[in-house]
């Protein structure tokens, strides 16, 4: 009967802590996408960003690599983050500009050369897809001219009550990296500043 006991015992202190972990687990990971889980977190701190974000690795199946590279002149308000051959985000420091996602709205309104169709837009998010212009001359074949179809991005973050943009380059990506990128500027976190 003690035998029974002390198995019992040790079945419900297994359950209970099995529990208790995966709890745990839930709590740390509560608010970060499940397809960011495996993500690595890049500071920024060291290029005058204080903040950290998560960035795809090699596991992401977008080409990517896990060296991430970034261009930024000490001073300057421009940083190109890359991770990759195909994941690449431009972000810019615009101060207390709070208009700026509205000006690059009306930006890519007056674009004549592109049709752009809004996919998404929220008070700090634009996504879109970009399609060229093709209009071949009056008498030209149908074949004149090449289809050309990316997507774009273009975010806004407050860090320490900094305006920063996040934005594809300009030739845009594919639909499945912009929504990656727009996953991975959600994970930022601010890096509290110590006084």
Known sequence: MKFKFIIYSLFISCL??????????????????????????????????????????????????????????EGDFLWDLKVGPN??????????????????????????????KFIKKTPTTLVYERTLNVNGKKNAPKNVG??????????????????????????GSRKEIVELQEKCINSIHEIKSNN
Do not use: R
Request: hydrophobic share 35%; net charge negative.
């Open 146 to 171: 090449i289809e050309h179809k990316s997507y774009h991005l273009f975010m806004t973050k407050t860090i320490h009550n900094i305006i920063y943009t996040f934005e594809t380059n300009d030739g």
């Open 87 to 116: 994941f690449e985000l431009i972000i810019n420091d615009w101060g207390t500009d709070k208009e700026i996602l509205n000006a690059e709205v009306k930006k890519l309104k007056t674009l004549d050369f592109y049709n752009v």
């Open 16 to 73: 209970t802590f099995t529990a208790c972990t995966n709890s745990a687990d839930n709590q740390k990971n509560e608010g970060i996408d499940e397809a960011l889980l495996d993500f690595n977190k890049f500071s920024l701190k060291t290029y005058d960003i204080p903040a950290t974000i998560l960035l795809p690795d090699e596991t992401s199946n977008i080409g990517a690599s896990t060296k991430v590279e970034v261009a930024h002149t």
